[in-house]
């Protein structure tokens, strides 16, 4: 599914279908589910993310300079 | 007990060293410390429903077992312990035995067989476990859940909710219900309810402490940690359950008390992230400034630059509920109507998200742990506000740590970064608004440097020196005859 074809909103209504109270729901937290999104595509566009890991890291294991204890 | 009742002795003036003082010497009996306890959960709990379920019988027993000189000995080498001490732990730490619900009619009937790591390694300590708290529904849902339990009420207004998640954690500490509580923190969960009920509140850098046998929110951000009254009883606390001493020789967790408990060994380089407190509610703004500027008695003071706390809010917001709606997605497709219409709708936003989403989200949370860690080649401490406003009726609806809004500055912005980078905070109670009510401020450390960061959190303390007492609502305190000096608010 491409992301740019379907927007939340259509993945809501193809997930949840008839389910009205569910929709409510989720329609009730839609100004922050739209700017996540948008934020996101922003981020894309701008290739901010390109030279991040791909992968989510322990704190500790991305950098040098997290080390033991020296209290 | 000796001279005074027990309330007045060891309630709030006494911390968990000075009880675990008491009770060693002989000065205080474990069971009067115990029903002290069970007396103001009495007292207190219809009203404020901080606990789920109270353990008053099995305390009562250890309490005897305590003081018939069984557990006396319990502990390391003479130093203050836990041993003794009626803890509280938040509902969605499994306790063997004991009904753990998470505050979720989805774990409505659910009794674990095993402890929490957090849990078996406090009672092995002899602490004595007393209540278990109530919570924001799984630790993700606003705080009117599911009913399973109370709604929970601030105690320094009724009007509001203590903030979430681990609300009931926060009141019975602040109203003398637990002498300490565990808590856990995906996005702010520990920091924000400790801001807004006048207690300490510690987030230890992400998996010093073990979330083994926590009733998980996002694997991934999850940290479990405490609330307490001083950051000297953070300290006994994560003493005993950092997993970093667990194999260590048994004289290390004592070292490492002494070591946390030292003043700072040189003057601090503090980032004060002043556009954090610009976009504070004005009645906080003062207190906020005053203590800040108190600060210069041991560090030096420069301002911080960020990264953006609103991307931080995007990283938590996809990555916490993408892996919420992973954790329920088998309830959620079975039976949706077991959780509370908000964290339903945080769930369904979860599996709405793409593997892009979630995979981009941990990208753009890997940029900002390396900002944040250059950030600590400069500073030692950086310091904000816990929360930008004192308690709101409002300012928790729907879901995690803050509005589900991108506006929301009052809330989750605040504590979202530091969850993201799983760096160590401990939020402290730093002064008052013109109407008495608490204001704290995050002092967040490098990560795993726990100890220098509370160190740095305790000097803080001594140059805030805030009087126990007045972190007492009145009426609490008038109802449990607390004395203390004149308060201005009701």
Redesign the interface.
């Known amino acids: 599914m491409s992301d740019s074809a379907f927007t939340w909103r259509d993945l809501a209504k193809e997930k949840f279908g008839e389910d009205i109270d569910r929709l409510a729901a989720i329609n009730a937290i839609a100004p922050m589910m739209d700017w996540v999104m948008g934020r996101l595509e922003e981020l894309r566009k701008e290739s901010a993310l390109n030279m991040s890991p791909a992968v989510p890291l322990a704190p500790g294991s991305d950098d040098e300079m997290f080390g033991p204890e020296s209290a | 007990m000796t001279g005074e009742s027990p309330t007045e002795v060891v309630w709030p003036a006494v911390d968990l060293a000075g009880a675990s003082r008491l009770l060693r010497s002989g000065q205080a009996s474990c069971v009067e410390l115990v029903k002290a306890h069970l007396h103001r959960i009495d007292r207190l709990n219809p009203v404020l429903h901080a606990c789920i379920t109270v353990l008053a019988d099995e305390a009562l027993d250890a309490a005897a077992k305590f003081d018939a000189g069984l557990e006396r000995l319990q502990g390391s080498l003479g130093a203050p312990s836990v041993a003794g001490l009626p803890l509280g732990f938040k509902d969605n730490f499994k306790t063997a035995g004991v009904r753990t619900t998470a505050a979720s009619r989805a774990l409505e009937h659910y009794t674990p067989e095993d402890d929490a790591q957090v849990v078996r390694l406090l009672k092995e300590a002899g602490a004595i476990p007393i209540a278990k708290l109530n919570m924001d529904e799984l630790a993700l849902g606003g705080p009117f859940g599911s009913g399973v339990a109370g709604i929970m009420v601030n105690p320094w207004d009724a009007q509001s909710v203590p903030g979430g998640s681990s609300g009931g954690s926060a009141i019975a500490v602040s109203s003398g219900m637990v002498m300490a509580a565990t808590g856990s923190d995906t996005g702010g969960s520990i920091r924000n309810p400790a801001a807004w009920c006048g207690v300490v509140g510690h987030k230890p850098?992400?998996?010093v402490v073990s979330i083994d046998g926590i009733i998980p929110v996002a694997w991934?951000l999850d940290t479990a940690g405490y609330l307490a009254h001083t950051v000297d009883d953070c300290i006994l606390l994560l003493a005993e359950t950092d997993t970093?001493l667990l194999t260590a020789a048994p004289e290390r967790r004592k070292q490492?008390v002494d070591?946390?408990t030292r003043p700072p060994p040189r003057t601090l380089r503090i980032g004060v992230a002043k556009s954090a407190f610009a976009i504070c509610e004005e009645g906080v703004r003062e207190p906020f400034a005053q203590a800040v500027d108190a600060l210069d008695a041991i560090g030096a003071l420069d301002e911080v630059v960020l990264p953006s706390l609103?991307?931080a809010l995007?990283v938590l917001?996809?990555?916490a509920h993408s892996e919420a709606a992973a954790v329920w997605s088998r309830e959620l497709e079975l039976n949706?109507t077991v959780f509370g219409?908000e964290i339903?709708?945080?769930l369904?936003?979860g599996?709405?998200f793409?593997a892009?989403?979630y995979?981009?989200?941990?990208?753009?949370?890997?940029?900002l742990?390396?900002s944040v860690?250059r950030l600590?080649?400069q500073f030692d401490l950086i310091v904000m506000p816990s929360l930008g406003s004192t308690p709101r009726p409002d300012a928790f609806e729907?879901?995690i740590s803050g509005p589900?809004?991108?506006d929301a500055h009052l809330g989750g912005k605040m504590t979202c970064l530091w969850s993201v980078?799983?760096?160590p905070v401990v939020s402290l109670p730093c002064g008052f608004t013109s109407t008495e009510r608490p204001v704290s401020m995050q002092m967040i450390g490098?990560?795993?440097?726990?100890?220098?960061l509370?160190?740095a959190a305790r000097a803080a303390e001594a140059v805030w020196s805030l009087p126990r007492e007045r972190l007492v609502p009145t009426w609490v305190a008038q109802e449990c005859g607390v004395r203390g000096p004149q308060r201005s608010g009701a």
Request: charge should be positive; proline fraction near 5%; avoid cysteine.
């Open positions: 850098s992400q998996a991934s970093r490492f070591s946390a609103e991307d995007l917001f996809v990555v949706p219409r339903r709708a945080g369904d936003a599996s709405i793409s892009r989403d995979v981009d989200a941990q990208r753009m949370r890997s940029a742990r390396k860690t600590f080649g729907g879901g589900m809004h991108p980078t799983g760096n490098p990560a795993f440097r726990d100890g220098s509370l160190q």
